[in-house]
């Protein structure tokens, strides 16, 4: 994995010495020397080191170094210059609270009489606070015996001698305010006076922004005004019989002697049990009568800590060592059995196969015989319905697939006059074609499809073959504009067209993905344009004075063209230009992930025809659209589909499951359908069929299939794609929570968004992937069993079973 990059303030210049006594007069040389940057932690520990020592600041300034001018700090340096605690010491110290320091190097001024060395902290967030920063160091003072002339944020450190990595992994800073607030709670007898809040904190964009399916439990300190219903209200427990449903608590009140991190986890749970926490440090006192037990006051004090904080539960299966808590989420679901259980509500009866086809018939007829334009007709229909074989007869229309291979296979199957748009070219001069994929990932088809004119030309190119090559690519899309014949082709090349001549167009399979795309680009690239094209620096400097979050692209005061024309793209690998076209934006640290929501073409008659079209997302997006739906998606399946809903099987609990081979001798030789970075655990997954790419394949046609895992998707697509219809919401105030929802007539667990549009574009999303991977199998016209292995429940599914297996 890539190491994460950290915000700080090194010396352009080297300092192998320390200045001080009549040499103090060349610190403003350091001071003057001190520049803005960013380093990973492998990085930073090379470069403290001599003969080219730099110093530092784990501080971010507003121009000149000083307290004043300090906006934040995600590095602080904790320096030992007394020779009064060693290295091991200090770290024990972190170890209790499962906290591993990052660096620690000794110093110029070490030697074997008086050990001097410097531990360095790197944290996943900032600390933007003075009041924070300046309470987390006294109270660092409190339990270190450090330098007190080196705890401002805007302190300089020289570099070092020797340097040690003990760790890549960035310290959640909610974990380290955690370890803080325990000690001050622990040094005040146990009051809870003084503790930082972490409200006082302004908290960045951390990296669940890429996965919602991780959680340390130490995420943040959450408002319990979102907790879930279930867990309001007073929950008692039978401790003599529900204890047995949850491994942890009932070894806890048997006398086992838990870690910090599993007091802190369990006691995150029992604070919404009635009576809870009292009888956690009634047992913990109990046992340490006995002598079986030695909790210290820092322990007691975490459980003062959590009464006083607003910690959600924390995950069971994230603290406990114990095999049998490894579904569990928190206590009080654990002992009211919600876990895997879904309650069927209201159910739609479903269809018969005949009759649903016979509705479809006529209503597609009628909508190919009016004359209806600027309207998106949108047909909700099962898998294995015969979409595809109906298109192959439509004259004189576009038709779009998702993919060339599904083109050129659906082109050996029509039964009128059609043409093909050609496959992406390759040439036999390489070099020719990876410019021309370059030039497509940085954003400028236009000039992609300039140099193939030129290559047909031969204005770039002498080699014949590739003159040929080109000739025939344009001469194939060319005929695609004979009126008279119907043309497949692709959504990608039908949703970036500015010409298409046929009056009706059919997306064969939904299209989302290629009418809203999501693209990264880095501050970089932006910057390397700017070098080049003086007007992008105003977009540059703008980009940097943003604080991560999510916004409105704003029009940029820049001549696209003109941009494009004057620079150079060597060097930049990110999809640059196109962001400028872009509707709103993610600002991560140095990445920019944004979203470009395109129109559906203006005077046609659009038609789509997909099982896992998520209705509710075009209507928010396209508000304005004339849409007009038939859904019959809810129809009888020949085959039979079971669910077992007792796990999420999501990628990180897949990845930690020990129990996996358990689930293999279950699966037995099924074709299983899993995650892309999941099938090398599964003998007979397929390795070319995965979550997000099932679309349109036959190949598993009436075989016996098991679906094994719940895909969320990274939660920036959740968040652009909710900017972009509207919704209103903030990143940082946008959790998930394990809840209990409704939906498509279940009540079920899951763990999902707490805003409910968000919400609906999660569930939406998730259901597309796993009706995709479904209808791989043909269920409704082949007798097949397919299993899913998911907690998340589908109107598919025929039988549910919610009991623990494997």
Known sequence: MEEKRYKLSVTKDVFNIKFEGPTKIYFGRVDNSLRTTEKTITEFSQLILRPYAHSWSGGVFNGKRSKA???????????????????????????????????????????????KFRVVLFFDQSIKGHKVYDKIMKKLEQFFIIDTACKDESRIFYGGISSYITSTVPISLSKFLVFTNVKIISKDNGLPRGIIKLKENSALISQSLYNNYSDDGFKAENSTSSLPSYLSGRNLINWDEDRKKVKILDEFL????????????????????????????????????????????????????????????????????YDEDEDLYDIVSAIKNVTGFIKILDQPAKMKLEPAKKIFEKNFNEVLNNSETDTVYIYALPTAFGITHKITGVEKVIIALPTNAL????????????????DSIVFSDSSITKRIGHLYDV?????????????????????????????????????????????????????????LPHETIIFDEDPLSDLVEIKKTTIDDISHLFFQYEPDKNVRDYLVSLSNAIYDTPNFPIDLDEMIEKCSIAGIESNVFSFFKSDCFIKFNEQI??????????????????????????????????????DIRNVEQFGHIKQYTYRSFSRDSLMNYKKVDNLISKIGNSKVITFKGHVDLFPTAEKEIYFGNCSGSDKLKGQNI??????????????????????????????????????????????????????????????????????????LIEPCFINVYSNFPLLLTDEFDMDKIC
Not at 410 to 415: C, D, I, P, Q
Not at 443 to 448: D, S, V, Y
Not at 740 to 745: D, V
Request: charged residues 20%.
């Open 69 to 115: 001018s300090w906006l934040e700090s995600s590095v602080i340096g904790l320096d030992f210059d007394k020779g009064l605690q060693t290295v091991e010491e200090v770290y024990n110290k972190f170890k209790e609270f499962d906290i591993t320091p990052n660096v620690w190097y000794t110093t110029f001024g070490d030697s074997p009489e008086l050990r």
């Open 443 to 499: 954003g400028l088809p236009n000039k992609a499809m300039g140099l193939i004119r030129a290559i047909a030309d031969g204005r770039y190119s002498s080699n014949q073959d590739d003159k040929n090559s080109a000739i025939n690519y344009i001469l194939q899309l060319e005929a695609c504009g004979n009126l008279d014949k119907s043309v497949l082709t692709t959504h990608s090349r039908v949703t970036n067209s500015d010409s």
């Open 407 to 422: 083109k050129n296979e659906v082109g050996g199957r029509m039964s009128v006059d059609y043409t093909l748009t050609p």
């Open 593 to 630: 992930h944004y979203i470009i929501k395109k129109p559906f073409p203006i005077g046609k008659k659009v038609i789509i025809m997909s099982a896992t079209i998520p209705i509710e997302i075009y209507k928010k997006l396209y508000p304005e659209t004339n849409f007009k739906i038939l």
């Open 254 to 321: 048997s006398g086992a002697w838990l870690t910090h991190p599993e007091i802190f986890g369990l006691a995150s749970n029992l604070k919404y049990v009635e009576g809870g926490l009292k009888k956690m440090r009634n047992t913990m006192k109990h046992f340490n009568d006995l002598g079986r037990t030695g909790y210290t006051d820092d322990n007691y004090s975490t459980v003062t800590y959590i009464r006083n904080s607003n910690y959600k539960p924390q995950l069971i299966h994230s603290f406990s060592p």
């Open 706 to 779: 098991t679906i094994v895992g719940t895909p969320h998707k990274s939660n920036i697509m959740y968040f652009l794609l909710g900017k972009a219809m509207g919704v209103d919401f903030e990143i940082n105030k946008s959790p998930m929570s394990y809840q209990k929802i409704q939906r498509n007539g279940f009540e079920f667990m899951f763990k999902c968004f707490d805003n409910e549009q968000l919400r609906m574009i999660q569930l939406s999303l998730i259901e597309s992937d796993q009706i995709q991977a479904i209808g791989r199998g043909r269920a």
